[in-house]
């Protein structure tokens, strides 16, 4: 059911060191989302690299989307073939996100993947539109965080397809952590005829 599909969202350790973790919230909780789970957590390499590649195409993906963003700008990538792009992107996010704590949250409601992924912003801040959370919050680049051999501080990884989001919820998150209830707002959101609004 439409209202039942769940995202997964991780606010990455320059959003908490940031303090950005209650404006975060406040963004998707204000669309109309609901949050199913919540937790603070110092991940280690291993659920990292689980994470990031439960599409098994996904250090192929990422290393064309570098690839492309640089070749967009007018400049030379790092690397040209996709896979060792790919790669070099997994490393160094394994380093960062082992730095310090992250929140990883499920998020629930119509359409939370492609809505979390609109709010939130292009994976490459400088490319992000105003008023999106890496539009409004986030000044850095590809380049900046390539030259610096650093990932880039993008504030949060937000699941891509539904699909995914199912597969990486099951790395974060027991069943058991998943909460089941009702907010009154989705009556407004999700119920046909508006029923009980009137007394």
């Known amino acids: 059911m439409e209202r039942k599909e769940r995202t997964l ?19 998707i909780e204000r ?7 919540i937790k603070m957590i110092i991940p280690d390499e291993d659920r990292i690299h689980k994470h990031y590649t439960v599409d098994p195409d996904w250090m192929k993906t990422v290393g064309e989307k570098t690839i ?11 690397e040209i073939e996709p896979e ?13 996100m082992t730095s310090g704590p992250v929140v ?10 492609e809505i979390v992924r609109k709010i939130v912003g292009h994976t490459e801040p400088l490319a ?3 008023g999106t959370l890496r539009g409004d919050l986030v000044l850095d680049s ?5 030259t610096k051999g650093r990932a880039v ?3 949060l990884h937000a699941s891509g397809t539904v699909e995914d989001a199912e597969k990486e919820i099951d790395i974060w998150f027991k069943k058991e952590e998943i909460s089941n209830y009702t907010l009154i707002q989705e009556a407004i959101l999700y119920d046909v005829n508006l029923d009980g609004i009137l007394e």
């Not at 492309?68 to 790092?78: F, I, R, S, T």
């Open 9 to 27: 969202v991780i606010i990455k350790p320059d959003g908490i060191q940031r303090t950005l973790i209650g404006e975060i919230i406040k963004r």
């Open 31 to 37: 669309i109309g989302l609901k949050m199913v789970s």
């Open 68 to 78: 492309k963003a640089y070749k967009e700008k007018g400049e030379d990538p790092l």
């Open 84 to 96: 060792k792009a790919g790669a070099r992107v997994l490393k160094v996010l394994k380093k960062y």
């Open 104 to 113: 990883a949250m499920v998020w629930q409601g119509g359409h939370a993947v």
């Open 128 to 130: 992000s539109d105003v």
């Open 142 to 146: 590809y380049k900046a965080s390539d």
């Open 153 to 155: 501080r993008n504030l």
